[in-house]
């Protein structure tokens, strides 16, 4: 293949001894790095901004990455271990931009791209668990700029939603008729967005409530992140901004108790490298204010840029975060990359922010890293490196 100047990687590491007692803190285990993809993918990487983790029906993950304008996707295999690179390739011989994966009510994975024609298209499993189809024409004519935010998941009732931006938002849905696993809709105007998109909008988000509403995150071009969601009725709100520091990336998580939550660290957000904490004050009520739950990285860790944060089957919440040098800023990340880890010890208890060594020869990238739980319990996480390899994807084996 082409020799290129930069290319990206993605990393995966699989996350061991999950569960901490609630009274003490352990030491986090180091990953041991190996590689899990053995087809090597040349192209230009997107910096994560097209990067999605799926689950299967039998809880087996699958990743999905934009390289080379296509669609790439590797999968956990029943066996253990995992595929390797395979091309789900494009629609219409255009370039995709943006990738958004959910589940039918069947269990078949189905994603949705948006390609450089500014046209939506979508591809699906033929099965549960099985292998893939074909792309779809257009769905529906121009709903989405290229680039711009791609939000899929299910409503309470099990049909699938589909969120793009166009020139405000626009909504793709299954018809009452056709569902589950029927036909979409039309597209029609949801909102009139009270600001412009953030160039970063890679952290807008599709998460449901207790009681299955969805509910949306996105960045807006004022610094803040905003919320939307659907009422009971079916009708949605309008977008109320979910404050906290201005321009700091947010990332949410359903908590054991049934309450969404949001997660935020970031030095030059915050102002400090602790993490920070807002939530409903109950099951599908409404939100309370930002709390700070943890306490700072220590002196010369380097500069928190985003991070991960999961819910593990023990009801634990862990954090990874992705760090950078000193002299970095939100648009100019600097050497030496890094890891770090925070570990809930108990409900509301969190310790320290901890190193996680990289990969031998590689640099974690610091922006948009990815979680999973597969179907035996484990986490794995996701992040991004440069070195002046080809792609690949690399784990750490559980124990």
């Known amino acids: ?28 285990p180091a990953p041991a790095w190996a590689q899990i993809g053995s087809q090597a993918v040349d192209g230009p990487f997107l910096a994560g901004a097209d990067a999605v983790v799926g ?20 999968w956990q295999l029943t066996g253990g271990g995992w595929s390797g690179w395979s091309d ?40 549960a668990n099985c292998g893939w189809g074909s792309w779809s024409g257009a769905l529906n004519g121009s709903v989405s700029t290229p680039g711009g935010p791609l939000l899929a998941g299910r409503d309470a009732d099990g049909r699938v939603l589909v ?9 793709v ?13 039309p597209p029609r105007l949801a909102w009139t967005l009270p600001a412009n998109v953030a160039l970063d909008d890679t952290v807008a988000t599709f998460a449901n409530n207790a009681d299955g509403r969805p509910e949306l995150f996105l960045p807006l071009a004022d610094g803040q992140t905003y919320h939307a969601w659907q009422w009971p009725s079916g009708a949605w709100s309008s977008w109320t901004p979910l404050g906290g520091a201005p321009g700091a990336r947010v990332r949410v998580v359903n908590e054991p108790g049934g309450t969404l939550a ?15 904490r ?3 004050g109950c099951p599908n009520c409404g939100w309370g204010g930002w709390q700070t739950v943890s306490g700072p990285a220590p002196v010369g860790q380097g500069r928190i840029s985003d991070l991960a ?62 979680t999973g739980i597969d179907a035996s319990g484990h986490a794995w996480l996701f992040v991004f490196g440069t070195d002046e390899a080809q792609v690949h994807v690399y784990s750490a084996p559980v124990t």
């Open 55 to 74: 689950h299967n029906a039998d809880g087996r993950l699958e990743f999905f990455t934009i390289t080379g304008n296509r669609i790439w996707h590797d």
């Open 163 to 171: 969120f793009a931006l166009g020139s405000d938002w626009h909504s």
């Open 309 to 370: 944060v999961t819910t593990l089957p023990s009801g634990r919440l862990d954090v990874y975060a992705t760090a950078d040098g000193p002299g970095s800023t939100d648009s100019g990340h600097q050497f030496p990359y890094s890891l770090r880890h925070l570990a809930q010890n108990g409900a509301g208890q969190w310790g320290g922010w901890s190193d996680v060594p990289a990969p031998p020869g590689q640099y974690v990238w610091p922006m948009n890293p990815r």
């Open 278 to 280: 807002v939530a409903q």
């Open 173 to 185: 849905y299954q018809l009452t008729e056709g569902w589950p696993n029927g036909l979409l809709s």
């Open 88 to 127: 789900l390739g494009t629609a219409g011989g255009n370039a995709a931009r943006r990738i958004a994966v959910t589940n039918e009510a069947d269990g078949r994975l189905r994603v949705y791209a948006t390609f450089t024609d500014w046209t939506l298209h979508t591809i699906a499993q033929n099965c």
């Open 262 to 276: 949001a997660y935020s660290a970031g030095t030059t957000a915050w102002g400090d490298s602790a993490l920070h």
């Open 1 to 28: 293949m082409a020799s290129r100047a930069v290319r990206w990687i993605v990393i995966a590491a699989g996350l061991a001894a999950l569960v901490l007692p609630a009274t003490a803190a352990q030491a986090d």
